[in-house]
T-cell receptor, first 112, second 113 residues
Framework: KQEVTQIPAALSVPEGENLVLNCSFT??????LQWFRQDPGKGLTSLLL?????REQTSGRLNASLDKSSGRSTLYIAASQPGDSATYLC???????????FGAGTRLFVKA | DARVTQTPRHKVTEMGQEVTMRCQPI?????VFWYRQTMMQGLELLAY????????DSGMPKDRFSAEMPDATLATLKIQPSEPRDSAVYFC???????????FGPGTRLTVT
């Protein structure tokens, strides 16, 4: 049974810092891994999708990496801004039936 | 700008009443997912469909929940009878048929009193 863990659960940083959010999963038989952002009281916005055959994806100040063999993904945010404050969730979709499991999320607060 | 739409956005109902939530996936997407989000449990997958066929609904309480896709433009999630513990935000997501990248709707906030 796939389990997805995100560390840390919460993070507070000053504006301008580079930061790394971690996601680990127990079953390496994945189809893809997706990072989302969720603002309070809102839906989920897709940030990056990494297919199982890929090692990383980049969008603007965001970079996500995937290491299937070790069951890990990281989301790197460069030069953080107060507008980056949100909860970041990773979701793993398995190859057997495409079931998707979410981590509990990392709540990020960027101080101005 | 293609988006997943969900109705209603908010629903307050009394225990025992039937609740129906609707979702319109992005045109051309062939997978639809229903999730429930609570503070305690986070995001839980309830059911999902591919090409309108249910693939897995093991996350749903079978005695009271049902999910259907009567056509490619509509997915429904019903709760009958509703209970206070069903209070949560219910999200629908649709998936790109090639990459399976998921796009979420705005959610239905359900309160059962």
């Amino acid at each position: 049974k796939q389990e997805v863990t995100q560390i840390p659960a919460a993070l507070s940083v000053p504006e301008g810092e580079n930061l790394v959010l971690n996601c680990s999963f127990t079953d390496s038989a994945i189809y893809n891994l997706q990072w989302f952002r969720q603002d309070p009281g809102k839906g989920l916005t897709s940030l990056l999708l990494i297919q199982s055959s890929q090692r990383e994806q980049t969008s603007g100040r965001l970079n996500a990496s995937l290491d299937k063999s070790s069951g890990r993904s990281t989301l790197y945010i460069a030069a953080s801004q107060p507008g980056d404050s949100a909860t970041y969730l990773c979701a793993v979709t398995g190859t057997g039936g495409f079931k998707t499991i979410f981590g509990a999320g990392t709540r990020l607060f960027v101080k101005a | 700008d293609a988006r997943v739409t969900q109705t209603p956005r908010h629903k307050v109902t009394e225990m025992g009443q039937e609740v129906t939530m609707r979702c319109q996936p992005i045109l051309g997407h062939n997978t639809v997912f229903w999730y429930r989000q609570t503070m305690m449990q986070g995001l839980e997958l309830l059911a999902y469909f591919r090409n309108r066929a249910p693939l897995d609904d093991s996350g749903m309480p079978k005695d009271r929940f049902s999910a259907e896709m009567p056509d490619a433009t509509l997915a429904t999630l019903k709760i009958q009878p509703s209970e206070p513990r069903d209070s949560a935000v219910y999200f629908c997501a649709s998936g790109n048929r090639i990459s399976y990248e998921q796009y979420f709707g705005p959610g239905t906030r359900l309160t059962v009193t």
